[in-house]
Every structure is written in structure tokens, then in C-alpha cells.
T-cell receptor
């Protein structure tokens, strides 16, 4: 079975540029999560979708961050404009329901110069 | 305010011995706990979970113990194998909330020496 697929695996870009991270959840999973991992703050939830609808976006740090889920098989996390402090590993995860184990993708390592 | 804490950043054990990873939490509303394992350059992989109505859950070499009164859980790996070397994250979930938010600890790096 295909797991959660994230792209790109690595992204290096200059400050001020727009960055788009992509996620394909496991088929049949109706809950999708975006996380950010940093040395200082560990793994933090940014936003949670259920049935393509954003349920909890309290972890989104600023208006520069936005996330969409246009259908059950695709989600994006966009940062515009990007800043060096956004450098981190961004993970997408999905589950069959919010109270079931979440399955993670391999992450996107983002570096903002 | 760190609601889930893994106070040991690292642990080293000999192959074949028991590994015990610890986790403490502060929020009494947490009712579901999970352990994840993470290898470098990969995402966390779900390992084992336990509901607050239980005090023990076992899956092969992995056992999770929950002590609700102490707000403490632990993961036991017996026997430990070199392939178990990874970062282990404890996570907690409040089922009464309408979010899917898992609160993660900072992780413990386990090294199993051959």
C-alpha cells in the first residue's frame, strides 16, 4: 500500500519567495494533518482537515501560511512570502479518523536562505 | 508549556537487553497515547498505542505501560535489537476535543549497541 506521499523532499529557496508543499494522503483516510518539526519546538500541528474541511488551524503561525485541501487525495501548504525562520521539516499525516493513529509522510525539508 | 515531556534525550542499551523509554504528561484530559519511531530522513512511524482505560498494551517485543495517577507512560522493548536504534516520540490525544491534535514529546534517541 502506498503511504502518505509528500513533495518535494527538499526545497531551498530565497527569502520572499512563495513555497508550496504538496501532500497525497493514504486513500480512504479522511483526516489530514500538517506538522512542522524544528529543533526548538519539536513536532507541532499546523492544521487539521476532516473530509477536506479545515477543522483546526490554530497552529498556523501567521497569515503568510495557508493550507488547502481541494479534494480527498490532495493538499497543499503554502508560505508566501517565505522567511528564514520558516526553515524546518514539514510533515503531512493522514488517518482514517481523528482519533486513530496518524500515518506520516517522509517530510519536506525546507531551507529559506 | 510542554504538556508531554520526554526527559531523557538519549538512551543507550546493549543488544538483547531491555530498553525503557519514559514519557510524562500534564493534561489529565489526555485519553489516548501513542508511540512513534523515527529514522533519519523519514517520517515518524506509528508503533503502538494505549487507551486511558487500559494500563498495558503489548505488541510483540513492544509493551506500553500507562500509570494514570502518575501521568506517566513507558515503552518497553524486549529484547532490543540494533534495528531499533531510532528517535522515539511519545504523543498524547484528548478525545473530548474536536481537533485531531496530537501533542508530541521532544523525543528520545535510542541507540542499541551490537
Amino acid at each position: 500500500d502506498a503511504g502518505v506521499i509528500q513533495s518535494p523532499r527538499h526545497e531551498v529557496t530565497e527569502m520572499g519567495q512563495e513555497v508550496t508543499l504538496r501532500c497525497k494522503p493514504i486513500s480512504g483516510h479522511n483526516s489530514l494533518f500538517w506538522y512542522r518539526q524544528t529543533m526548538m519546538r519539536g513536532l507541532e500541528l499546523l492544521i487539521y482537515f476532516n473530509n477536506n474541511v479545515p477543522i483546526d488551524d490554530s497552529g498556523m503561525p501567521e497569515d503568510r501560511f495557508s493550507a488547502k485541501m481541494p479534494n480527498a487525495s490532495f493538499s497543499t501548504l503554502k508560505i508566501q512570502p517565505s522567511e528564514p525562520r520558516d526553515s524546518a521539516v514539514y510533515f503531512c499525516a493522514s488517518s482514517t479518523d481523528r482519533n486513530q493513529p496518524q500515518h506520516f509522510g517522509d517530510g519536506t525539508r525546507l531551507s529559506i536562505l | 508549556d510542554q504538556q508531554v515531556k520526554q526527559n531523557s534525550p538519549s538512551l543507550s542499551v546493549q543488544e538483547g537487553r531491555i530498553s525503557i523509554l519514559n514519557c510524562d504528561y500534564t493534561n489529565s484530559m489526555f485519553d489516548y497515547f501513542l508511540w512513534y519511531k523515527k529514522y533519519p530522513a523519514e517520517g515518524p512511524t506509528f508503533l503502538i498505542s494505549i487507551s486511558s482505560i487500559k494500563d498495558k498494551n503489548e505488541d510483540g517485543r513492544f509493551t506500553v505501560f500507562l500509570n494514570k495517577s502518575a501521568k506517566h507512560l513507558s515503552l518497553h522493548i524486549v529484547p532490543s535489537q540494533p534495528g531499533d536504534s531510532a528517535v522515539y516520540f511519545c504523543a498524547a490525544f484528548d478525545g473530548s476535543s474536536n481537533t485531531g491534535k496530537l501533542i508530541f514529546g521532544q523525543g528520545t534517541t535510542l541507540q542499541v549497541k551490537p
